[in-house]
């Protein structure tokens, strides 16, 4: 698993760079380099009941926690 590390600069009306370390399985992201917000890649399905026949989960981030 390679860890990718880089920064974006935000655009009006926002200011600073955005930090950001992922993988392919999780994500954290920091506006100010200690207050890291960690997200996790999981399958959301597509409607509360399964069915035989449903559309196949999306994969999707979540929130996981706050770290500093």
Not at 31 to 38: A, E, F, L, R, Y
């Amino acid at each position: 698993m390679k860890l990718r590390t880089y920064a974006r600069r935000q655009l009006n009306p926002f200011e600073g760079v955005l930090q950001i370390a992922e993988t392919d399985l999780a994500r954290a992201f920091s506006v100010n380099g200690q207050i890291w917000q960690i997200q996790v890649l999981g399958a959301r399905p597509t409607h509360t009941w399964r069915r035989p026949n449903a559309n196949p989960p999306i994969d999707q981030f979540f929130h996981w926690a706050m770290w500093s």
